[in-house]
């Protein structure tokens, strides 16, 4: 099995720890995984923001460089969504049926890290421990276009000494939803707001998800509330062994 890591722009620019963390738990499981380095952007951010021809371009070359490997994996609901929707869909709207043809062999391949774990490699308990209160936030990505479903829970639940803890109205959107955010960021940071609240109640200590990105939004929201609630990938928390903090 090859496996390779497809890494991500905002974790390879901010979050290098999440990476490190899918590599570690995986080859504590017995996996070797494969980074290519010339990999970049997915091309989500382009084909999101109506540059469509440069995000196909982008889209091409990355399904080039993993093109070699029998599973594609990546700590990114929202990425993996990209490519299982949006990569076809463009190629249709802009009469690009050889990509088309394509994105739609290639799309199967690629994994979130949750599902990767659960559905292909069949395990929930891969060895981690994490004497924490946590929440789970579900994305809007992981919700509706990958449906990663109640697989992060399954995995956190098997962590030892982690107390896995409700939040209110879990499924609704934090607000961040990429350049939402940007052009739209009094709504942003209410919902955001919103979000915070839900999971401070909780009387949680730390909050998973399975995007950096919309942990980049809560987490901010959370530091200049100066609450004391950490913001981790689910990736980072199975990565734990031990009494780690």
Known sequence: MKIGLMITCINDALYPKTAIAVVK???RLGHSVYFPEEQSCCGQMHLNSGYRQEGIELAKRSIEIFSDFDYVVSPSASCVGTVREVYHNAAKATHDEQFEEIALQYSPKVYEFSEFLTDIL??????????HKVAYHPTCH?????KAGDRPTRLLRAVRNLQLLEIEKQDSCCGFGGVFALKNSDTSIAMGSDKFTSVKRSGAEVLCSLDNSCLTHIGGISEKMKSGIRVMHLAEILAHTGDQK
């Not at 395990?123 to 004497?131: C, I, L, R, T, Y």
């Not at 992981?142 to 990958?146: G, I, P």
């Open 122 to 131: 069949e395990v929930e308990d891969v060895g981690a421990s994490f004497p």
């Open 142 to 146: 992981s919700l509706r276009v990958t």
């Open 25 to 27: 738990v995986l080859e």
